[in-house]
T-cell receptor, first 111, second 115 residues
Framework: DQQVKQNSPSLSVQEGRISILNCDYTNSMFDYFLWYKKYPAEGPTFLISISSIKDKNEDGRFTVFLNKSAKHLSLHIVPSQPGDSAVYFCAARGTGNQFYFGTGTSLTVIP | DTGVSQDPRHKITKRGQNVTFRCDPISEHNRLYWYRQTLGQGPEFLTYFQNEAQLEKSRLLSDRFSAERPKGSFSTLEIQRTEQGDSAMYLC???FGLGPLGPQHFGDGTRLSIL
């Protein structure tokens, strides 16, 4: 049972435009959400997080939005840069400090 | 700044053999996690330590898997009697915190291949 879902396996965006990556979850008990970025042959790298008591968190070019009623979060990257090309995972914290990851979205930023 | 270190990076073994992986977390981090990742999937939680105590263990983890974190420093993950389905990337992550929040820092993983 996949509790965190990323329904878009891939996304291509022109350099300078906005990238929007989406994530849906099923468990209303999740209280902390994170986005990670992963390059080939490396472990995931933390990007940005948001607590369930907030609906937006911003860090430079990265903004995460949380819609609890829809059980949906999104990551906005603006402006997108070629170096942003990677696989992006969303994750959610459940009870007992267990973290659940989505299947990832591969972002390609075209120069 | 040394990040999370995992050893070995790659392990190839025959079915039925035992394997052990090591993870050295960031030195001041009190929390340590093990994950497994297969192709096309995200990391799947296996187990979690706070200091030396193993506080959570996935119900998906069979009895062939065991993890330890003696003295709350490095951790080992052992798989006994390996099976073809154990082939995966095994990721270790660490974080610091006394409360519930705190991002995890991942190592680059150990890729296990079962022949």
């Amino acid at each position: 049972d996949q509790q965190v879902k990323q329904n878009s396996p891939s996304l291509s965006v022109q350099e300078g435009r906005i990238s929007i990556l989406n994530c849906d979850y099923t468990n209303s008990m999740f209280d902390y959400f994170l986005w990670y970025k992963k390059y080939p042959a490396e472990g995931p790298t933390f990007l940005i997080s948001i607590s369930s008591i907030k609906d937006k968190n911003e860090d430079g070019r990265f903004t995460v939005f949380l819609n609890k009623s829809a059980k949906h979060l999104s990551l906005h990257i603006v402006p997108s840069q070629p170096g942003d090309s990677a696989v992006y995972f969303c994750a959610a914290r459940g009870t007992g400090n267990q973290f659940y990851f989505g299947t990832g979205t591969s972002l390609t930023v075209i120069p | 700044d040394t990040g999370v270190s995992q050893d070995p990076r790659h392990k190839i073994t025959k079915r039925g053999q035992n394997v052990t992986f090591r993870c050295d977390p960031i030195s001041e981090h009190n929390r340590l996690y093990w994950y497994r990742q297969t192709l096309g999937q995200g990391p799947e939680f296996l187990t979690y330590f706070q200091n030396e105590a193993q506080l959570e263990k996935s119900r998906l983890l069979s009895d062939r898997f065991s993890a330890e974190r003696p003295k709350g420093s490095f951790s080992t993950l052992e798989i006994q009697r390996t099976e073809q389905g154990d082939s995966a990337m095994y990721l270790c992550a660490s974080s610091f915190g006394l409360g519930p929040l705190g991002p995890q820092h991942f190592g680059d993983g150990t890729r296990l291949s079962i022949l």
